[in-house]
């Protein structure tokens, strides 16, 4: 296992339109959890706060700045080849308009149409929580 004793810190912004719509992209499919769906984020990098890193990726994934946002969970699961701590936001309130600038498949999709979408698994932790504070 490579890296194995470390935890990777994520920030995840769980982007909702006006219309109550969420945010997704499909990872590439040469990453890891590749050809999964996920909410835009990424790695905070060392001297960067959560929200610091959190409008930083959704600036360079999603063409958004963050205006508005609130803990929604933290996560922290172990996959077999990495351990990550996903650190969530629901975003509700961004200047711009969003679109997936990375080349990443991505959507808008109503909650009750997430079930439909193959996620990492320690996203079964999100999708719970976003179902309980729906
Ligand atoms: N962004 C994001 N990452 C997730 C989700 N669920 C989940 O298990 N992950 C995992 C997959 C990766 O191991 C890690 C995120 O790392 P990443 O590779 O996207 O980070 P990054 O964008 O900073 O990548 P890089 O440029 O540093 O290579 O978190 C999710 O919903 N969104
Ligand atoms: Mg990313």
């Not at 958004?64 to 990495?82: F, G, M, N, S, W």
């Amino acid at each position: 296992m490579s890296k194995g004793s470390q935890v990777v810190h994520v920030a995840v912004g769980v982007i909702e339109d006006e219309q109550g719509r969420l945010f997704i992209s499909r990872r590439a499919s040469e990453r890891h959890q590749g050809g999964k769906w996920e909410f835009p984020g990424g790695k905070v990098e060392q001297g960067e706060s959560v929200q610091q890193a959190l409008a930083r990726e959704l600036r360079e994934e999603c063409n958004i700045d963050v205006e508005q946002c609130a803990p929604l969970t933290v996560v922290e699961h172990r996959y077999a080849d990495k351990a990550v701590r996903l650190d969530v936001w629901l975003v509700t309130r961004y200047r711009g308009q969003a679109k997936q600038l990375e080349g990443q498949e991505w959507r808008w999709v109503a909650r009750h149409e997430l079930e439909a979408y193959q996620f990492p698994d320690a996203n079964i932790a999100i999708l719970d929580c976003l179902r309980a504070t729906q």
